[in-house]
Every structure is written in structure tokens, then in C-alpha cells.
């Protein structure tokens, strides 16, 4: 069973073109930073052209715009954070190639995975150099910004470090041992640690730091960042259940993998006893035991119980709170078209391609 | 991007903040989303969402409830990063006192990262394909004052009374009352089995079971290895996944079932049929 999205329609809001737009430009930006990190003056069979795979797939570019609209925002100049940005989007490659190993994934960006092209080996290999090369713009930034502004940047980069680690740690960790006793509670925590912190929080500290040059506090922003994470992470998996070439990822992966969505926490919480011990079941087994048949069933009883349109309902309550949020952040700062495209993210994030 | 390009679902009717979530009673739609009169100087945000209290608008408890709850995750998250900073400041940050669960789990993701650092992609593949957290399934030695070749697969028979009711094993130190635990058991792989007997002593205490060995009392035939135990739910206390290969010869299995300090709390006895002809 898969469940049918909104038909696509052209965006008329200009909210919406600032969005794009800034996307375009500091994604831009950016990949030529990545690509003068990537540069060798060798290359290196077996490495240098894994590495470059999933940089050249494209990708929205969220994680370092969110950085260089920050420093920005701050009062900081594009130049003075866009090896920031940069490191943002090397190390976000390089644990997209280890979540993919770890999730046993197919498709990432339309494409097979690194791991499915390469094999496991190889593909780890990739991803340890894209993470530690991710280190290299972050000390140049000792030179370009300065000691002190450099390791603050580097503190918050050790701070998300952890958090990431243990969001996987948890995921993977609930998957491994078959835990269905999770709440709500521990879904935002999950997400939280794994999605917002690199994908939104952080980045938004380093720009934050670097545009107003240390002054402005990283703390200010968590709150926006999470809850904006939050809103994406449920949208996400909720499109996983949706058939959608542009998605770039196997449909209905999500529940192959028995992966601890809001939906699933749901489901299994409002179904009658006989479901939640065939779902208790299901959940028992490899991913490889799993049928065809039993997802679709799974599928069925989400949408019976109506786990989608609860998980839709909670993404919209957390963009709300991250407008709420944003607001506590952000208010105080001038107009600008940075600060246009960080409260355009809120909307962007159910609409994006 | 062009506009045209972009997906476009349709807006929540109420896809606006919807801020009347953090007012407090009295609060007026002028100070919706301003700073609490009680919000601490280094606290902006409302932590403590309270109920809604306004009449005006209307939203579901679930939704109030669901926010309510991701505002406690961000509080606890930040309070253990500040307690943390402040520990770090002072140089007395340890990392055992983060929970046992994270703990737990970050000692097996170092695991895996120095697999990683030793390159040992065949151990890595192996893991991967067939996850296990240490300590929740996996096999553990029996304790000192027991015949380790017990329940060691492949190292001697297995002694098992197959006549056993409920009662442990083996006399421990710790046992477990004997109020018993309802077992399910999931059989996958290519061959047809049925559940002969079933029994679990509930445990003092949280603990970790494992089902390391089915061992049948044929000789020569294999046992059934790795068979999973995970928490149900409804009427069921535990469920445990037996995977029985197709090669596995007919026959009564049974084993033990350990707690984390190898004390056997129950049992399982399973007849694998025949091959189907």
C-alpha cells in the first residue's frame, strides 16, 4: 500500500523563490568550496573518486546555507564562513555514506549507494576521509578567523559530534534490540541528537559565531534548530511512505528496516492487541525476513490508525514552535534576505523537491 | 530552482504558529509568543509549555501533548549540556555518568569504530548484517561456579530435563520468584516447528535473557543456535525468534533460558517436524 501525495504545483509565494534562491547561490558557494577541499594533487585509485560521488549528486545544500544565512544575519560576510559551510557539507556526505552502510540502503539521490557500488569496505573507507577532510577548512579557519573564534567553532563542532553519535547510537541501538516500548518522548530525542543537531542546530552555531564574531551565544538557536529538525525528520519519514521519484530513496524502506518513526510509534500504541503482537512480530524479525506482504500490511494498519495523519499533524505543531522560536532567535535582528530565508526553511520543509 | 519545479503540498489549515500553546492563562494575543514574565534572564524560550488556557483557539490535546513533550526533550538536552559544560569546566566530566542506556550504546558504536580503525570490513559485514547489542541476545559464558560445557554449544551434550515445569535449572545465589512470564515464540527460516513447552521465571530485577542454544537430545543433530528474546506486548511478557535452518534434522530442541548473570529463569522446548515431502 503507499499513499498518495498532493499533486506537485508551482509555488507562486515569493517566500518560497527567496528560499530557492538563497539555496541556488550559497549551495553554489559552497560546492566550490567542497570541490578545492576534494582537490588532490594525486589521485588516489579507489578513494578520490568515491569521495567525489555523492558531493556530485547535488543535494538541496539546507545544511550549509542554514550556516552562511547565519553569519550573515550576524553581520558576518559570506567569505568569512563559506569554508565553514563547506566543512558542514563534507562531514554531512561522509555520515550519509555510514548511515547508508548502516541502514542497508539502496538508493541515495536516485542513485545507488556508495556501499551498493563499491561494496562496504571501500564505501567506509570514503567516509572516514570525507569526515577528517571536513577537518581541514575548520583549521583553516585559524588563520582566516582567528584562535580564539576558531575553537569555539571547533567546541560546538565537538559538542555536535557527541550528540550525532549518540542520536545513531540510539536509533540503531533501539533497531538492534528490538525495543517497542518507546515514546514519543524518546522520538524527539532521537531526533534531536541525530537529525537537528548536525543538520540544523549546528550549523547555525558556527554561522551564528562567526557572524557576530563570537559575540552572540550558540545556545540561541538550539531551540529553533530542533524544532525545525523536528518538522523535517517527520516529513521525511513520512515521504519514505509516499511514491516519489524525486525522493531519491527506496519506498517503504523505512519500514523494511522497522525504523522507529512516529508513525510506527503510533500505530503500534492505538492498535488492537492482536495487531500489536503480529507488529511486535514483524518487528522480531531481520530485514531480510521481512515480506513484501508484511510492510504492506504495516503500511495499511499506519494509515488505518491513522498514524500518517497524526505524524502530518505533529510536523505542522513543530513548525509552529519553530516559527515560535525563530521569533525568540531571530526577531530582534533587521530585515534582511537571510533573515526572509531561515523563517522561509519553516514552510519550505513540507514543500520541498 | 524554478518555482514551477518545486512540490507543493497543501498547507495545514492551521499551519500558522500556533502560539496560544505557550501563553499563559490571561495571556492576551499582544504578548503571544513574547517572553514569559517568569522566564529566566538566560532562558528566552517557554520550556514549560502549560496547557492551553485560551478559548480562542482551538487544537487537539495530541498536538498540544506532542509539543508539550519535544519542549521537555530541548529542556533536558540543554540542562545536561550545561551540567556537562559546567563539569568540563571543572574538569571532572566522566564519561560513565552519562545514562547506562547511552552509555551502553556508545560503548558498541567505539566498538564498531575500532573495527573500523583495524579495518576489519568482514567483521564490520558480518555485524551489520546481523546487529546484535552486546549483553541483550548474545551469548554469555556461564558463571564460574557452573559447568561452563553446559550450555557452551558444541562442547557435549546438553543435560536438560525435558520434564521441567518452571523451576530453575540450576540453584543461584539470586533467584527469581516464582511468578511466571508469558512466552510467544516466532518460528522463521524454511522449516515447521511447534512450541512443546514454555516457561519464565519473572526476574528480581531488569535483565538482559538470552536463549543461546537449543540442543536436541539426538545425537548428531546440530543445535539451533541464536534465537532472539525481545519484549512483547499485550498478553505477552517475551517473544523469542527461533530460526531453524532447513538442514535442521526433526527432533525435540530445548535450552535454557539465562538472565545477564547466566542463572537460568526459564525454558523452551520446541519439536522441529520433518522436512514437508
Known amino acids: ?345 519553516i514552510p519550505w520543509v513540507f514543500e520541498r523537491a | 530552482m524554478p518555482p514551477t519545479d518545486r512540490v507543493k503540498r497543501p498547507l495545514p489549515e492551521d499551519f500558522g504558529p500556533d502560539r496560544s500553546g505557550w501563553s499563559r492563562p490571561g495571556a492576551t494575543s499582544a504578548n503571544i509568543g513574547k517572553q514569559s514574565p517568569d522566564a529566566s534572564a538566560n532562558d528566552r524560550s517557554h520550556d514549560q509549555a502549560p496547557p492551553p488556557g485560551g478559548n480562542d483557539t482551538q487544537y487537539s490535546d495530541a498536538v498540544a501533548d506532542s509539543v508539550k513533550l519535544a519542549y521537555a526533550v530541548i529542556r533536558e538536552n540543554i540542562a545536561q549540556g550545561r551540567a556537562a559544560a559546567s563539569k568540563f569546566r571543572d574538569g571532572e566530566y566522566n564519561v560513565r555518568e552519562v545514562p547506562h542506556d547511552v552509555n551502553v550504546l556508545s560503548l558498541r558504536l567505539l566498538h564498531l569504530t575500532r573495527e573500523l580503525s583495524r579495518t576489519s570490513f568482514d567483521i564490520l559485514e558480518g555485524i551489520l548484517s546481523n546487529p546484535r547489542t552486546p549483553g541483550a541476545t548474545a551469548w554469555r559464558p556461564a558463571p564460574p561456579h557452573q559447568d561452563p560445557r553446559q550450555f557452551h554449544p558444541g562442547a557435549g551434550p546438553f543435560t536438560y530435563d525435558w520434564n521441567y515445569t518452571g523451576a530453575p535449572v540450576r540453584q543461584g545465589p539470586a533467584q527469581p520468584d516464582t511468578q511466571t512470564i508469558p512466552i510467544g515464540c516466532v518460528f522463521t527460516g524454511g522449516r515447521d516447528a511447534q512450541v512443546r513447552s514454555a516457561t519464565l521465571s519473572r526476574p528480581q530485577g531488569p535483565t538482559h535473557l538470552a536463549l543461546p542454544v537449543l540442543a536436541s537430545l539426538k545425537a548428531g543433530s546440530p543445535p539451533i543456535m541464536g534465537a532472539a528474546i525481545t519484549p512483547a506486548s499485550g498478553p505477552y511478557g517475551v517473544i523469542v525468534n527461533v530460526e531453524i535452518p532447513n538442514t535442521q534434522p526433526a527432533g525435540v530442541y530445548g535450552g535454557a533460558i539465562l538472565d545477564d548473570q547466566g542463572y537460568a529463569v526459564g525454558a523452551l522446548t520446541i519439536e522441529v517436524f520433518a522436512e514437508a515431502t
Open chain 1, 1 to 345: 500500500m503507499t499513499f498518495a501525495r498532493p499533486a506537485h504545483q508551482g509555488s507562486t509565494d515569493p517566500q518560497d523563490a527567496t528560499v530557492g534562491a538563497v539555496l541556488s547561490e550559497y549551495g553554489a558557494a559552497t560546492r566550490q568550496a567542497v570541490r578545492h577541499y576534494l582537490a588532490s594533487d594525486r589521485q588516489a585509485p579507489f578513494l578520490d573518486d568515491l569521495i567525489a560521488d555523492y558531493p556530485g549528486r547535488g543535494g538541496k545544500m539546507m545544511r550549509p546555507s542554514i550556516c552562511l544565512a547565519n553569519a550573515r544575519v550576524f553581520g558576518g560576510r559570506m567569505e568569512d564562513a563559506v569554508q565553514s559551510a563547506a566543512a558542514v557539507e563534507l562531514l554531512h556526505n561522509g555520515l550519509l555514506i555510514h548511515d547508508d552502510i548502516q541502514d542497508d540502503s539502496e538508493l541515495r539521490r536516485g542513485r545507488p549507494t556508495l556501499h551498493m557500488l563499491h561494496g562496504v569496505p571501500l564505501a567506509i573507507n570514503a567516509g572516514d576521509a570525507m569526515m577528517l577532510t571536513a577537518l581541514r577548512p575548520l583549521i583553516d579557519n585559524l588563520r582566516h578567523l582567528g584562535p580564539d573564534l576558531a575553537m569555539r567553532i571547533l567546541e560546538v563542532t565537538q559538542a555536535m559530534a557527541r550528540e550525532t553519535a549518540e542520536g545513531q547510537a540510539l536509533e540503531l541501538g533501539w533497531r538492534d534490540t528490538n525495543r517497542v516500548d518507546l515514546t514519543e518522548a524518546d522520538y524527539f530525542t532521537m531526533v534531536l541528537k541525530k537529525t537537528a543537531w548536525m543538520g540544523m542546530i549546528w550549523p547555525a552555531q558556527v554561522g551564528l559565531l562567526i557572524g557576530s564574531r563570537g559575540a552572540a551565544a550558540p545556545e540561541s538557536v538550539v531551540r529553533f534548530g530542533f524544532f525545525l529538525g523536528a518538522a523535517f525528520q517527520i516529513e521525511d519519514d513520512l515521504r519514505n511512505l509516499a511514491p516519489d521519484d524525486r525522493y531519491g530513496k527506496e519506498l517503504n524502506g523505512d519500514l523494511f528496516e522497522a525504523k522507529r518513526t512516529l508513525m510506527l510509534l503510533h500505530a503500534r500504541r492505538v492498535c488492537s492487541d492482536p495487531d500489536r503482537v503480529r507488529l511486535d512480530a514483524f518487528l522480531t524479525l531481520r530485514r531480510q525476513e521481512r515480506t513484501e506482504e508484511d510492510v504492506l500490511w504495516l503500511a495499511e494498519l499506519m494509515a488505518c490508525q491513522g498514524s500518517i495523519d497524526y505524524a502530518r499533524t505533529v510536523a505542522g505543531a513543530m513548525a509552529g514552535a519553530a516559527q515560535h522560536e525563530f521569533e525568540i532567535a531571530y526577531g530582534a535582528l533587521p530585515p534582511s534576505r537571510d533573515k526572509s530565508f531561515l523563517a522561509g526553511l
